[in-house]
């Protein structure tokens, strides 16, 4: 079946601009995880969903990112007013329940450059 | 908070040799969950074997091994009978068991290398 996609593969932006990065997980997943891999480096966790609902966003590295879900489908993480540290791989995952021994399936990640 | 460390950065092994990757860990849970996963150059990450800290016996897959020695917080993963494909970075992660948000905590990674 389909595993889990992301777009755009990837993104150059200028500084200040906002970027909208979108995840589409496996059909029929409840969970789904937003990480950030700077490069070089292991993945950080961002944020994650349960159906359409962010319980914790203390991950988000500041009030500039924001995400959302529609559903149990679609998630989009949004960066305002983009900085060169913003650049980095985001990775989305989705999984069929939060809790357990359920693998996380990753899609391929946005790469975004702010330039 | 648990954190996860991998010492070696950079690893190298020979075809069809056998290599030994590193990862401790710190948590003061009882019950979690570990796991190894593959990152190749194409970003997508793929699981490469789990283990439950309940469990005793150490998990294999195939040609992929772990040794989990829990009192020591150590999870390391060996790959016998190494090949070309299997030259990716290699990330250590644990997740609580019974914590609500089921987020991975990766480790920095080790760059695996295989000389033919």
């Known amino acids: 079946g389909a595993g889990v996609s992301q777009s755009p593969s990837n993104k150059v932006t200028e500084k200040g601009k906002d970027v909208e990065l979108r995840c589409d997980p496996i059909s029929g997943h409840t969970a789904l995880y937003w990480y950030r891999q700077r490069l070089g480096q292991g993945l950080e966790f961002l944020i994650y969903f349960q159906g359409n609902s962010a319980p914790d966003k203390s991950g988000l590295p500041s009030d500039r990112f924001s995400a959302e879900r529609t559903g149990e489908s679609v998630s989009t993480l949004t960066i305002q007013r983009t900085q060169q540290e913003d650049s980095a791989v985001y990775l989305c995952?989705?999984?069929?329940?939060?809790?357990?021994?359920?693998?996380?399936?990753f899609g391929p990640g946005t790469r975004l450059t702010v330039t | 908070a648990q954190t996860v460390t991998q010492s070696q950065p950079e690893m190298s092994v020979q075809e069809a040799e056998t290599v030994t990757l590193s990862c401790t860990y710190d948590?003061?849970?009882?019950?979690?969950?570990l796991f190894w996963y593959k990152q190749p150059p194409s970003r997508q990450m793929i699981l490469v074997i789990r283990?439950?800290?309940?469990?005793?016996q150490n998990a294999t897959e195939n040609r992929f091994s772990v040794n989990f020695q829990k009192a020591a917080k150590s999870f390391s993963l060996k790959i016998s009978d190494s090949q070309l494909g299997d030259a990716a970075m290699y990330f250590c992660?644990?997740?609580?068991?019974?914590?609500?948000?089921?987020?991975?905590?990766f480790g920095k990674g080790t760059k695996l290398s295989v000389k033919p």
């Open positions: 995952a989705s999984s069929p329940r939060v809790r357990g021994l359920h693998e996380q399936y």
């Open positions: 992660a644990y997740r609580g068991y019974g914590g609500s948000q089921g987020n991975l905590i």
């Open positions: 283990q439950e800290a309940y469990k005793q």
């Open positions: 948590t003061s849970e009882s019950d979690y969950y």
